[in-house]
């Protein structure tokens, strides 16, 4: 019977432990078309916290993304999934994900604009100190992390993970007020070295205080587990990137909130 009731205090403790970790779908409006993002929270951490936005890849909205506002839940912030497509959608051809974000991408203005609203919904989140906020991205999230940014958002930081790097004008670089972590993969052929001079220079005149961290040999999408598998020449997953961006990140994180 001790036995019994020690391993049922074993599972409860794990089983709560586990349960600590809260996440669920936020539904939102950006004008007439419907959003469904992911929202990820620990309830065992009292009041509010700092909130983290984060973009996903060209795919969409997926597990992936999921998984790492589950991975900023975990340390203690409360991160918001945001969901760039509307509807849900999620591409699984490169071809399906290149239109879903080029049709994103062609109006600047409107895919700045997504983003603002998505920050809000962040914002508006009982859990979120609307004082401390951040926005994490991959490869086109990204590129929309920055767009975010050079609006002049009340953002302390930005990081960005193989992503296209979008140039700001010299009056953006001056009205952006985030630390920015760009994580680039030395070797991605993604992104031609002309486009991060263009995104350098405006950041430089401006004196911007930001990094940028290019991993020698690494490819494209190298913190996405299994981005072989996509069978796209130029993109594999590097476990040792993939946790030094990680650690760059928190710290940039940890930094910031402080201020």
């Known amino acids: 019977m001790r036995r019994l009731m020690i391993g049922l205090a074993v599972l409860l403790l794990a089983t709560s432990?586990?349960?600590?970790?809260?996440?669920?779908?936020?539904?939102?409006?950006?004008?007439?078309?419907?959003c469904k993002g992911f929202l990820a929270w620990d309830d065992a951490v009292e009041g509010k916290r700092p909130g983290v936005l984060v973009v996903h890849e060209w795919w969409g909205l997926d597990e992936y993304a999921r998984s790492r506002a589950t991975q900023?839940?975990?340390?203690?912030?409360?991160?918001?999934?945001?969901?760039?497509?509307?509807?849900g959608k999620i591409a699984e051809h490169p071809d399906d994900a290149r239109k879903l974000a080029t049709t994103v991408r062609m109006n600047v203005e409107n895919w700045r604009k997504r983003a603002q609203v998505s920050l809000e919904v962040l914002k508006a989140q009982p859990q979120c100190d609307s004082g401390k906020l951040a926005a994490i991205g991959y490869c086109f999230g990204g590129s929309t992390a920055l767009q975010l940014a050079y609006t002049g958002a009340d953002l302390k930081a930005v990081a960005t993970f193989h992503a296209a790097l979008p140039a700001p004008t010299a009056d953006e670089a001056k009205s952006l007020k985030a630390r920015v972590l760009v994580c680039h993969g030395g070797a991605d052929t993604f992104i031609p070295e002309m486009a991060i001079k263009a995104f350098r220079e405006p950041l430089d005149k401006a004196g911007t205080k930001y990094e940028l961290v290019a991993y020698p040999g690494v490819v494209h999408s190298f913190t996405v587990p299994g981005a072989d598998a996509r069978n796209l020449p130029g993109m594999k997953y590097d476990k040792q990137a993939d946790e030094d961006s990680w650690k760059r990140m928190t710290k940039l994180f940890a930094e910031q909130f402080k201020k």
């Open 72 to 87: 900023l839940a975990k340390l203690g912030y409360v991160a918001f999934a945001c969901d760039m497509y509307g509807d």
């Open 17 to 34: 432990a586990e349960a600590a970790v809260q996440t669920k779908i936020v539904s939102y409006k950006h004008g007439d078309l419907e």
